[in-house]
């Protein structure tokens, strides 16, 4: 039986490129679109050699052409850290609109499975906590974050349209806060950000008080609930996430020991309209995907903190 072919637009970005590991590991071809804004081409790096995989450069922001038989576009592609979205805010809308529209054009043209990667961040700052799938979310469209925000609330519609009025079978994931290695040490987010600091004896920027909460999920189990939300019959927009809450100082505090680092704390000014909690609520994951988080935070932080030891070398 020939391979099923999937594209994965983002696919040399942090999450895109751990799923195109995963469908090459399943017997898949993969054609990789990236336009190298964000992503990384040493993600991909191992699989270029590969004869079941094809990097195009490509925004997909523009029209998709690709030949051939298509039966899964993995939509990943956009900015996805608040620092990169608030400097790429244009960039950021259009991936999320324009090349929403050109990716289900591609699994429409196809036939193909369309699987949306969506956000948490379509709940804003959240008015209802842990945060299911129900929730309408509390965002605020003018504001700094609204760009990313906004482009990921009209992606999910623009699916469920095209899986009303066209038939598509379409798939949408909320990810929640995702971390582990191949994220850019400079991204901004916390993780990278406490991990660098800490491992540079730097101070770690706490932004307000620390007392907001988020609930981290390591790749690796994001991954798996991804291959089996692409592989489920469901088209609702499902959570994935570790339902684990942390505050901000706590992390900083559970980094600060594991590291054995001597930084110390600095608190700075809380950026506009950053959720004060956050959690998902993956009743439906568990009950839809038979899927569940494995691994603690502090195992993917050990992992996460092995993998930029090795890279720090290149920016210190
Ligand atoms: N944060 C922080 N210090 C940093 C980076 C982030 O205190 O150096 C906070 C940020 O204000 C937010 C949380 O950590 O409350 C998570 O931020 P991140 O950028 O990782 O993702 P978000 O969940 O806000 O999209």
Known sequence: MPKKVAVVTGGAGFVGSYLCDKLIKKDFKVICLDNIITGKKENIGHLLNNKDFT???????????????????????????PIDYLKLPIQTLKVGSLGTHNALG???????????????????????????????????????????????RFAEAITMAYHRIHNIDTKIVRIFNVYGPRMRINDGRVIPNFI???????????????????????????????????????????????????TILELAKILL???????????????????????????????????????????????????????LALFC
């Open 106 to 152: 591609l699994a429409k043209k196809k036939n193909a499975v369309f699987l949306l990667a969506s956000t948490s961040e379509v709940y804003g700052d959240p008015l209802v906590h842990p945060q299911p799938e129900e929730y309408w979310g509390n965002v605020n469209p003018v504001g700094l974050r609204g760009c990313y925000d906004e482009s990921k």
């Open 55 to 81: 990097f195009i450069k490509h925004n997909v922001s523009k029209y998709i052409n690709i030949p051939g038989r298509v039966d899964y576009v993995l939509h990943f592609a956009s900015p996805a850290s």
């Open 196 to 246: 660098y600091q800490a491992l540079n004896n730097k101070p770690i920027t706490i932004y307000g008080k620390g007392k907001q909460s988020r609930s981290f999920c390591y790749i690796a189990d994001m991954i798996e609930g991804i291959y089996r939300l692409m592989l489920s019959s469901t088209n609702n927009p499902v959570n994935l996430g570790n339902s684990n809450e942390f």
């Open 257 to 311: 020991r594991i590291t054995g680092s001597k930084s110390r704390i600095k608190f700075t000014d809380l950026p506009q309209d950053d959720p004060k909690q956050r959690r998902p609520d993956i009743t439906r994951a568990k009950k839809l995907l038979k899927w569940q988080p494995k691994i603690e935070l502090e195992e993917g932080l050990f992992l996460t903190i092995e993998w930029f030891k090795d890279r």
